[in-house]
């Protein structure tokens, strides 16, 4: 069984430029999860999908990322502008059914570092 | 709100000692538990679950964690460890019912000397 694929691995930009990040989940997970893992602390829930539709997205800054999940498969989420407090690890995880009830599947994470 | 505890954020043991890594969480309703690890280079993973009955519960890798309703806790263990439980472990916490969030701690790096 194939995992969660997340890309690119890493990525290196400057502040007040933007970044996106790519996550396609295990086949058949309905729940798709976005964290963020900062150096030393442990991951982050930003926004959780069911299908298409978001579930919780209450520590999302809205004001600068933005996440899809278009037709309830592939996930992409993107900062617009960066500010250095981004840099950090951005992990996508699935699940079949709500977290639980079911073990989420993390990916690979993306790397992502702001000058 | 809702937190969890990790005391030790980096543990240093020869190999066969015995390892016991604490978690205590915030919360005084129904819980689910989890331990997660990372090894070098690799996805996070669990390791074990707690939803209910048996307060010991099993996981992979010859490690254990125990409920304690009664004192938050959730401690990971094993009798013996090996090089390769080398990895960052991660307790994590959801309250069921409320939402389907799950609350990490910050993690412990386990460094086992061979």
């Known amino acids: 069984e194939a995992g969660v694929a997340q890309s690119p691995r890493y990525k290196i930009i400057e502040k007040r430029q933007s970044v996106a990040f790519w996550c396609n989940p295990i086949?058949?997970?309905?729940?798709l999860y976005w964290y963020q893992q900062i150096l030393g602390q442990g991951p982050k829930l930003l926004i959780q999908?069911?299908?298409?539709?978001?579930?919780?997205d209450s520590q999302l800054p809205k004001d600068r990322f933005s996440a899809e999940r278009l037709k309830g498969v592939d996930s992409t989420l993107k900062i617009q502008p960066a500010k250095l407090e981004d840099s950090a690890v951005y992990l996508c995880?699935?699940?079949?059914?709500?977290?639980?009830?079911?073990?989420?599947?993390f990916g690979p994470g993306t790397r992502l570092t702001v000058l | 709100a809702q937190s969890v505890s990790q005391h030790n954020h980096h543990v240093i043991l020869s190999e066969a000692a015995s390892l016991e890594l604490g978690c205590n969480y915030s919360?005084?309703?129904?819980?689910?538990l989890f331990w997660y690890v990372q090894y070098p280079g690799q996805h996070l993973q669990l390791l074990l679950k707690?939803?209910?009955?048996?307060?010991l519960v099993k996981g992979i890798k010859g490690f254990e964690a125990e409920f304690i309703k009664s004192k938050f806790s959730f401690n990971l263990r094993k009798p013996s460890v090996q090089w390769s439980d080398t990895a960052e472990y991660f307790c994590a916490v959801n309250v069921r019912g409320r939402d389907d969030k799950i609350i990490f701690g910050k993690g412990t790096r386990l460094h086992i000397l061979p």
């Open positions: 707690y939803f209910s009955g048996d307060p």
């Open positions: 995880a699935s699940s079949v059914v709500e977290a639980h009830y079911n073990e989420q599947f």
């Open positions: 919360y005084g309703g129904t819980v689910n």
């Open positions: 999908f069911q299908n298409n539709g978001v579930v919780d």
């Open positions: 086949s058949g997970h309905a729940t």
